[in-house]
């Protein structure tokens, strides 16, 4: 299996911050690299898929770069509704696994 | 707007199987664009993947749970199901039904999530 983990475990950040999450696999898996956020209670929601394509409907404050075994996640303008839990998963080879998360709170 | 929708038991006895339906409304189920998925998170842990099927039928499933789940596809009623044997109380979790697309096998929706508690 492909192992994801994910640094910071979780950070506190302001309302306008930039915001940089780290995603690393344990073998190369192209750009087969999703981001999610959830928020308690509710289902995870994609961001970005491909590693940097992002999902219809997501703010461009969310962008996604990297390839092979490692990639970021960063958010720009860090807004009240973005304090979440966000998830990478590669989608490369069975199982799909997922990171740990990262846990964005207020500062 | 495709959305789904995770039904059935919220309590299911140790030893005994655990049986969801996911319904898709909004969209088909036939979609050559797409295959369908579960997932699962423990309270206050990750997500874990449990497997997903394609319209075909073939599945794939996490190495760890492959000898006690099947998921099954019925086009006819638009749903698609998990059945997970012999539970115990590490199978309680919140599971997630979702859809995906093919383009690079990214979730692109997601059902609300349903309970399901492993106690006798």
């Known amino acids: 299996d492909i192992q994801m983990t994910q640094s910071p475990s979780s950070l506190s950040a302001s309302v306008g911050d930039r915001v940089t999450i780290t995603c690393r696999a344990s073998q190369s898996i192209s750009d087969f690299l999703n981001w999610y956020q959830q928020k308690p209670g509710k289902g995870p929601k994609l961001l970005i898929f491909a590693a940097s394509s992002l999902q219809s409907g997501v703010p461009s404050r969310f962008s996604g770069s990297g390839s092979e075994t490692d990639f970021t996640l960063t958010i720009s303008n860090l807004q009240p509704e973005d304090f979440a839990t966000y998830y990478c998963q590669q989608s490369y080879s069975i199982p799909f696994t997922f990171g740990p998360g990262t846990k964005v709170d207020i500062k | 707007q495709v959305q789904l929708q995770e039904s059935g038991p919220g309590l299911v006895k140790p030893s005994q199987t655990l049986s969801l339906t996911c319904s898709v409304s909004?969209?088909?189920?036939?979609?050559?664009?797409?295959?369908w998925s579960w997932v699962r998170q423990p309270a206050g842990k990750g997500l874990e993947w449990i497997g997903h099927?394609?319209?075909?039928?073939?599945?794939n499933y996490d190495p760890s749970l492959k000898s006690r789940v099947t998921i099954s596809i019925n086009t006819s009623n638009n749903h698609f199901s998990l059945r997970l044997t012999s539970v115990t109380a590490a199978d309680t979790a919140v599971y997630y039904c979702a859809r995906v697309s093919r383009t690079s096998n990214h979730s692109d929706y997601w059902g609300q999530g349903t309970l399901v508690i492993v106690s006798s």
């Open positions: 909004g969209g088909s189920i036939s979609s050559a664009d797409h295959y």
């Open positions: 099927i394609y319209l075909s039928g073939n599945t």
